[in-house]
């Protein structure tokens, strides 16, 4: 199953950074202006809840919730291991 473009982008852009800890504004400016695109944060949030499954096996993880009264994200990029 194919990801959605912006998902996409997301993979590349965690492949290239490995790790992005802050809050999702900081989180979605760096991705919209990495993807060239505009999405707002809670249409990138439903598309990253949405197909979290395929994107732990493209490597990329994340955690998101509150952090001193800010919505806050934690992603990272692991290489994905290769069972075969």
């Not at 997301?10 to 990495?34: Q, T």
């Not at 490597?59 to 919730?65: A, D, F, I």
């Amino acid at each position: 199953m194919l990801l959605p473009k912006e998902l996409q982008k997301l993979v590349a852009m965690m492949k290239e950074i490995s790790f992005f800890s802050g809050s999702n504004a900081d989180f979605l400016e760096k991705f919209n202006r990495y993807a060239g695109t505009d999405i707002k944060a809670n249409a990138l949030k439903r598309k990253m809840n949405r197909w979290r499954q395929e994107l732990k096996e493209q490597g990329v993880t994340y955690e998101s919730g509150k952090r001193d009264n800010v919505r806050a994200i934690d992603i990272s990029y692991d290489p994905p291991v290769d069972d075969s």
